[in-house]
C-alpha cells in the first residue's frame, strides 16, 4: 500500500515528465497552479496537511491520420490524491464528435486503463490511446447496445450553414484554386464568383463553414468579410437532411460575362438572376444595395 506521500511523488515526477515533453501550452497546460504549488509543499514537508485540491491538466493531441489535419482531441485530466493507486479521472472531447460518439470514446478508454494501468502512473499511456484510437469514433456509426442506452438522451441538433462572404475583389488563380479545393474537402456546396468584387457562396455543415471560413480569411486580402450567415438547426440531421437544405449541388466558379478594361468587373446583372434562380435573390441586396435588374 502506498503512503500519501508516495503517491504525491509520483504525480509531482509524472507532471514533470510532461511538462519536459510537451513543452508548448497547445500541448499541455496545468490549470490550477495553485494544486501543484500545494503538492509540492506537501512532499516537502512532513507536518504539511493533505492538499485541498486535485491536480488539474489538460493534454491536447492530434491524432496521426492522415486527414485529420484539423482534428484535435483534448483530454482534460485531474488526479484523484490516490492515484495513481486508483485511475485517474479523465475526459476526451473534440468538436467533430456527436455526444453519444463522446461517450463511447470515454467509455472505451477507461476500460482500456482499467484492464492496463491500476497502481502506475499512465497519463501517458493514456495519451498514446488517444492519439492512436479516438479518430475512429468520429466516423463510428453507433452499436446497437449503445443504441438503446443513448435513445434517452435528446436526439442530437446538427446546424446547416450558408455563408456569404464578400471581397473587395478575387483574381489571384492560387486562392480560387484554394477556394474550390477547401470547399470539396469540407463537403461544402454554392459557388465562387471572381473579379471585383469576389463573391463566395459556401453551405454545409456548420463546423465545416467554420473551418472554411477560418482559412480563407488567413490568406492575404484587401478586405474580405462575411455579408450574411444563414443557420438552420436540423433535428438528427443526417446525410438526407442536411442534402435537402442545399440550394447548390457543388462549388463551382462563376464567370458572368465581363466587361471593362481588366475584364474583371462582373456582370451583376447575369450574377442577379443566378440568385433568383437559386432562390437567393434576396441576398443581391445585402452585397450591392440595389434591386436586382
Known amino acids: 500500500e502506498m503512503t500519501n506521500r508516495e503517491e504525491a511523488e509520483i504525480q509531482i515526477s509524472e507532471l514533470d515528465l510532461l511538462s ?7 500541448e499541455f497546460i496545468v490549470t490550477d497552479q495553485l494544486a501543484v504549488a500545494e503538492l509540492k509543499h506537501f512532499v516537502e514537508n512532513d507536518s504539511a496537511e493533505m492538499p485541498s485540491s486535485k491536480i488539474q491538466f489538460i493534454l491536447n493531441v492530434k491524432p496521426e491520420v492522415s486527414n485529420a489535419s484539423m482534428v484535435e ?5 485531474a488526479l484523484p490524491f490516490k492515484y495513481p493507486t486508483v485511475l485517474p479521472e479523465i475526459t476526451v472531447r473534440s468538436s467533430l464528435l456527436s455526444r453519444s460518439q463522446q461517450i463511447h470514446l470515454n467509455s472505451d478508454l477507461k476500460t482500456y486503463l482499467m484492464q492496463n494501468c491500476s497502481g502506475e502512473p499512465c497519463m501517458l ?4 490511446w488517444v492519439k492512436d484510437h479516438a479518430a475512429a469514433y468520429i466516423d463510428k456509426e453507433l452499436s446497437s447496445s449503445l443504441v438503446t442506452t443513448s435513445n434517452a438522451m435528446q436526439p442530437e441538433v446538427i446546424t446547416f450553414t450558408r ?17 474550390i479545393d477547401w470547399a470539396k474537402e469540407l463537403s461544402l456546396s454554392g459557388f465562387c464568383m471572381p473579379g471585383k468584387p469576389g ?15 477560418s482559412r480563407v480569411r488567413r490568406l492575404t486580402w484587401k478586405r474580405i468579410l462575411i455579408r450574411h450567415r444563414e443557420d438552420v438547426s436540423l433535428e438528427g440531421g443526417g446525410h438526407a437532411e442536411i442534402q435537402k437544405q ?9 464567370c458572368f460575362d465581363a466587361h471593362g478594361a481588366r475584364g474583371n468587373h462582373m456582370d451583376l446583372g447575369q450574377l442577379y438572376h443566378f440568385l433568383e434562380e437559386k432562390g437567393c435573390a434576396d441576398i443581391f441586396q445585402m452585397y450591392f444595395g440595389v434591386e436586382g435588374h
Open 20 to 26: 519536459s515533453m510537451f513543452p508548448y501550452e497547445e
Open 73 to 77: 482531441f483534448s483530454m482534460a485530466c
Open 125 to 128: 499511456s493514456a495519451r498514446e
Open 163 to 179: 455563408l456569404w462572404i464578400y471581397s473587395h475583389h478575387i483574381y489571384n488563380k492560387q486562392k480560387r484554386k484554394n477556394i
Open 199 to 213: 463573391v463566395v457562396c459556401v453551405e454545409g455543415l456548420q463546423s465545416n463553414c467554420e473551418e472554411f471560413w
Open 246 to 254: 442545399r440550394k447548390f449541388s457543388t462549388l463551382e466558379e462563376k
